[in-house]
């Protein structure tokens, strides 16, 4: 088996790993309540007013079915597992009788898209500046720009969240601060409707840019100011090579690889921050459905969105693991 | 230069065989962290000269200022390390300039086409995320001014001249073992045919059979290209086969030179001595007596002879004022008050 | 360690503009123990007024000072964050030294463990406790569902400290002149690993504090309670913004932030502390 299939296994067993533990910390907490999670839910539903008796019962034995009320806990636990393995988290509750895998099949791509964005984005500008920062140490620019990474980088995304809606909401209102695209417009690959998305992902995109610009700026800055004192670049500088290219092939490059491990282990934390993003732009990704469905006692809903944050965090990292050998040849031998 | 022993040149070297020379170098370490202020004297004060085609080992304890000094001679240092005072001239195609007043653009057009480095402690020294065939491109192809196939099948044929599997271009450099790492050095190091090669401990992290391959291919590549170089290791066996002229530091400062033979066997100053005398030799089971004490801290020298606090022959003199490095035979200078004493110097002018 | 601070805050403007800042907010927190009403009270003074005397920071919708609800905020926001960064010191520390000293299988078992909690999205499970719990869950049960969650990223830290520690000349000669390993770690390897403790809290506070105010906002925390991001909330639930009450959520967002920056100030002087080649440059300052 060639290292990189060895290494392959190993990532996947990891990715394996956490989708266990992980789903199993989901069951554990929702069985962590005293109370019948059940006939809270089905109060909480007919408190509603008017449902009729049929679709009590069948929430009821849905819900039941979910969470295996009533048969033994091995049972329950299996079942759980069961459901979420094909993905059938039961009908919404609050949007009944939508099935949960539905909505929040229509609100993931929003997410991953205003993820995607705003990460490679956050990664790219940070670590480029952050990397300049470290090799040209002397620049004003520079050092202004680590000032005011120093400045964002500690504080928390719904302060900047905020404050980003108070700019451009309040004071300067010339991007939509709510929605992810706007209504009326036809779906499809139409113009109209492609840019509506684009000015409606600008402010939420920005928002979490912010924040996350500063982490990759100082921890570039800092790697970058370590690889200059490495051997293989005071060699290079030795033969007279091109500053230049010392920059790029021999500083950047490998001070990058052990930002692409960073990446990997700071999705978590950034897709938190998404969720709370989404929240206060009101964009329709399952950040703002989760609030919603918290707020509206939905518990399949809930327990859907855990779920489905866990298998797709580990995803994505399982992804930028496997690719992680790309970047970095050394990685191959272990 | 005939192939075999090396001879002694004799005193004052005529201007153009010389391609270095370095005349009162001080280098100092000038940091200032946390309130405190200090001032570490590596080089304190250095003159060498080294000939065309001649190989100059420079050997000494750890932290005497050896690879600071070569460091120096390259232009090769950084803050908080500064240049205090004096010169290092190098005469590359007819003109001898100061390393230190060329520009910029200048001194990278000199680097690896005439002045080349091997590195000590060659683990690290390539870029571990590109394979051994761009670093060639990276150090060399700039400066010979060759299309790139060709300039390829040049080193490739450098290559296999001095015996190295070209396949080793498309290997990553963690992929090699150390031995060949060094060797791929000396090639690259060698590949635009330098009029002068630093070689700075290039075989100290080999074990004993490699560093044999390692030396042997050091010297022949020298021999082929005919540069000069000076080779910088504490380990004296190594000098005693490949050097010409060998000098001794210690503490910042030359205390002997010569060629190797005379040096090594008929040494005058009290440390070249106890060094020579501490190598161990075939059938000899005498006990060696080590020297009492450390070498000094070169933020606070003691005064006079850097030597006399560990030194046997110590007298007044010697606590007081630094002796001068003066000639004592046929281009053998040595520093010392009891055994070099200057009014006893017959060789006319004293060492540049 | 004392020593260490107190160099710092000598030598190092980060050290000390962060220091500044973060005991001004803590003594800015000690105020709410002198505060004329009970944190709990509303309608005590005339509601929505300006900052001006005698309200220097104005009144809220709710009839409440600003300025000494915001000393309650801060304050339990404060106590909170520092309580689950002690409390995930524990597990921190105990995995990250265990995993680095041991290493082997023990090493490669527990950072397995440690990787999954440091992929795992934090906040939806935490969002998934609160509803489960609704009125139940108290300021202490979620100060312990944050620190049995977030511990991962600094009990990596810490295990490297552990790590080069291990394989040290300085370790080594002690093992061998017989010293216990108890007395390794608490009289040679303690001056090392007590910086990263401190940088991790550092860090950690951040963290919580920053948690807390997000999950307070969006009122999934005991909104009873007053702390900075539960007077968010309320500002929220009363629209101050729209009405105009902007000092309700201004000087709660400027206090906070002001704190994160202190907490981080501290936390990067101690990293570059920590760093080995600042500490190399440091070294030869030894009185002759």
């Not at chain 2, 065989?17 to 001080?26: G, I, Q």
């Not at chain 2, 001032?39 to 080992?57: F, N, P, T």
Request: charged content about 15%.
């Amino acid at each position: 088996m060639t290292p990189y299939a060895i290494y392959a296994l190993k990532r996947l067993g990891q990715f394996a790993l956490v989708v266990f533990i992980g789903i199993n910390l989901t069951y554990l907490i929702t069985h962590a309540t005293p109370i019948d999670p059940v006939e809270q839910t089905v109060a909480a539903a007919t408190s509603f007013g008017s449902t009729s008796p049929e679709a009590i019962a069948m929430l009821r034995d849905s819900l039941r079915a979910l969470y295996g009320v009533g048969d033994s806990p091995w049972t329950q636990y299996l079942v759980f597992w069961k459901r979420v393995a094909v993905g059938d988290f039961g009908p919404s509750l609050s949007a009944f009788p939508t099935p949960v895998a539905t909505l929040i099949g229509r609100a993931l791509p929003w997410t991953v898209g205003l993820l995607s964005v705003s990460t490679i984005l956050a990664f790219l500008i940070g670590n480029l500046l952050g990397g300049l920062a470290g090799y040209y140490r002397e620049s004003r620019a520079l050092k202004l720009a680590g000032i005011v990474a120093m400045a964002l980088h500690p504080i928390p995304y719904y302060i900047v969240a905020f404050a980003v809606l108070i700019v451009f909401g309040y004071l300067w209102p010339v991007l939509p601060i709510s929605g992810g695209y706007r209504i009326n417009t036809a779906w499809g690959f139409n113009r109209d409707f492609i840019l509506s998305i684009a000015s409606h992902a600008i402010l939420p995109v920005t928002s979490l840019v912010l924040v996350g610009i500063g982490g990759w700026f100082l921890g570039m800055r800092s790697l970058v100011s370590n690889v200059v004192t490495e051997d293989y670049v005071t060699y290079a500088e030795l033969a007279g090579v091109k500053r230049s290219r010392i920059l790029w092939s021999y500083v950047m490059r490998n001070a990058l690889s052990p930002q692409v491990t960073a990446l990997a282990m700071s999705l978590g934390s950034i897709f938190n921050g998404a969720i709370i993003t989404e929240q206060v732009f009101g964009y329709p990704g399952i950040g703002s459905l989760l609030i919603a469905a918290v707020h509206a006692g939905d518990y399949s809903l809930v327990i859907g969105i855990a779920s489905v944050s866990i298998l797709a965090v580990s995803a994505a990292v399982l992804i930028i693991d496997l690719t992680y050998p790309l970047l970095d040849p050394r990685v191959q031998v272990t | 230069m005939s192939a075999g022993a090396p001879q002694p040149h004799a005193v004052p070297q005529a201007q153009d065989e010389r391609v270095l020379a370095v005349s009162d170098l001080r280098a100092w370490y000038q940091t200032r962290h946390f309130g405190v202020s200090r001032e570490v004297r590596a080089v304190d004060g250095v003159s060498l000269q080294v000939a065309r085609g001649e190989i100059y080992g420079l050997a000494g304890e750890s932290s005497c200022g050896k690879s600071t000094l070569v460091k120096t001679i390259a232009r090769a240092i950084r803050p908080p390390l500064h240049v205090v005072g004096g010169t290092v001239r190098f005469r590359f195609a007819g003109r001898e300039r100061d390393i230190y007043a060329l520009s910029q653009a200048e001194l990278a057009r000199m680097r690896w086409r005439h002045l080349s480095y091997i590195l000590q402690g060659s683990m690290n020294v390539l870029n571990p995320v590109r394979r051994v065939r761009q670093s060639f491109v990276d150090f060399a192809y700039p400066h010979l001014d060759q299309p790139m196939p060709e300039f390829l099948a040049l080193v490739e044929a450098h290559l296999a001249r001095i015996r190295l599997d070209p396949a080793v271009l498309d290997s990553y450099p963690h992929a090699l073992s150390g031995g060949m790492r060094q060797r791929v050095t000396i090639a690259l190091a060698s590949v635009c045919r330098p009029d002068f090669i630093i070689a700075d401990e290039p075989t100290t992290a080999l074990d004993v059979v490699v560093q044999k391959d390692v030396l042997g291919m050091l010297r022949a590549v020298q021999r082929e290209i005919r540069s000069s170089m000076i080779l910088v290791t504490h380990d004296i066996g190594v000098h005693a086969h490949v050097a010409d002229r060998i000098g001794i530091m210690y503490a910042g400062r030359l205390v002997e030179e010569g060629p190797t033979r005379d040096v090594l066997r008929k040494a005058r100053h009290p440390y070249t001595a106890h060094l020579v005398a501490s190598l161990p030799r075939i059938g000899d089971d005498t006990p060696k007596q080590s020297l009492e004490g450390a070498p000094p801290n070169l933020a606070d020298p003691p005064p006079g002879c850097r030597f006399h606090p560990r030194c046997p022959l110590a007298t007044d003199i010697c606590r007081k004022e630094a002796p001068p490095l003066i000639d004592v035979a046929a281009a053998h200078r040595a520093a010392c008050w009891v055994t070099a004493p200057p009014a006893q110097h017959a060789a006319p002018g004293a060492a540049a | 360690m004392l020593t260490v601070l107190r160099d710092l805050f000598r030598y190092r403007f980060e050290f000390r503009l962060g220091a500044i800042l973060t005991g001004c907010i803590v003594a800015f927190a000690a105020l709410s123990f002198v505060s004329p009403y009970p944190p709990q009270d509303q309608f005590v003074v005339p509601p929505d007024l300006p900052p001006s005397s005698p309200y220097w920071f104005g009144t809220t919708s709710r009839g409440q000072e600003v300025f000494w609800q915001l000393s309650f905020a801060i304050r339990n926001t404060m106590l909170f964050g520092f309580a689950v960064a002690i409390l995930s010191r524990l597990i921190a520390v105990a995995v990250g030294l265990w995993s680095g000293y041991r290493g082997g299988l023990a090493d490669r078992v527990l950072m397995s463990l440690n990787d999954t909690f440091i992929v795992i999205p934090l906040f939806p499970l935490l969002v998934l406790f609160y509803f489960v719990l609704r009125d139940n869950m108290s300021w202490p049960l979620l100060a312990l569902a944050m620190a049995s969650l977030g511990w991962a990223y600094d009990a990596r830290l810490i295990r490297a400290v552990a790590l080069s520690l291990k394989t040290r000349e300085f370790t080594q000669q002690g093992v061998f002149s017989g010293m216990r390993a108890s007395e390794i770690v608490t009289q040679e390897h303690l001056p090392y690993v007590l910086p990263i403790v401190f940088y991790t809290t550092m860090n950690n506070m951040t963290w919580s504090i920053g948690l807390e105010v997000t999950l307070s906002v969006l009122g999934f925390t005991n909104i009873d309670t007053p702390t900075v991001g539960v007077m968010i909330y309320w500002a929220n639930q009363h629209t101050a913004l729209v009405a105009g009450i902007w000092w309700w959520i201004a000087f709660p967002v400027l206090f906070v932030v002001i704190l994160f920056i202190g907490l981080f100030l501290l936390a990067v002087a101690m990293n570059e502390y920590i760093d080995p080649r600042s500490r190399l440059a440091r070294m030869g300052g030894a009185t002759p």
